[in-house]
């Protein structure tokens, strides 16, 4: 069986200094993620429920006695999805809940520092979410509508970490991250009071469980 795999980058190198260059991360599962060439062979939900649950948002920069994990934050923007388009189906679900899942091998990079570095971050990040799309069944682009609604559901949860936890002012958030969102009670005690690193991991894993049984 052939290696299910996304086109190789013709701008990034494999090399430097004239020497190989280690390109690859060893997953705890076994596997062996390559970041310029990846198989959706070496990609394992446990790998990304481990890596994102202690992954910092906001570069740990927030209140409580935990960080607040991507993994968190992912099952937030899933969870105000779901608020914002009641209807929309599992493949929809799944693919909010992943729209960080790169992030278990190169971490969460803060905005400021991404528009420093430039687009090689964008290259490595876009393939290796085409790959996680691959490996669970889910199209390498996805429809604009639901690209729109990952984004709008992603600005919506910076506005409430940013405002909750990472010592924003209203007017300071809105500039960055827009109009404050409409949000339930239940969705701010839920979501927005870090949990360890093992309940982020279980909470994430148990959601995606759910969504890939359908």
Do not use: C
Not at 131 to 154: M, V, W
Not at 168 to 183: I, L, N, S, W
């Amino acid at each position: 069986m052939s290696k299910m795999r996304t086109p190789p980058s013709p701008t990034l190198p494999r090399k430097g200094g004239g020497r190989s260059a280690r390109a690859w991360q060893r997953m705890l599962s076994g596997r062996r993620l390559d970041l310029l060439d990846p198989s959706a062979l070496d990609v394992e939900m446990e790998d990304i429920a481990h890596g994102l649950a202690r992954v910092a948002r906001w570069n740990g920069q927030t209140k409580g006695a935990h960080i607040y994990s991507v993994a968190q934050h992912s099952l937030l923007v899933e969870a105000l999805a779901r608020a914002k388009v009641p209807r929309l189906d599992r493949n929809g679900r799944l693919a909010v809940l992943l729209h960080d899942a790169p992030e278990y091998v190169i971490g969460d990079m803060i905005s400021p520092f991404k528009a420093v570095i430039g687009d090689s971050y964008k290259a490595v990040e876009h393939r290796l979410l085409a790959t996680i799309h691959l490996r669970f069944g889910l199209p390498a682009k996805l429809p604009e509508t639901l690209q729109n609604l990952i984004k709008t559901s992603d600005r919506a949860a910076a506005y409430l970490e940013a405002t909750r936890l990472a010592g924003f002012v209203d007017g300071e958030a809105r500039k960055f991250f827009g109009q404050p969102p409409k949000f339930s009670a239940a969705i701010e005690r839920d979501y927005l009071t870090p949990w360890t690193a093992g309940a982020a991991e279980q909470r994430y894993r148990e959601r995606f469980e759910k969504l890939l049984r359908g």
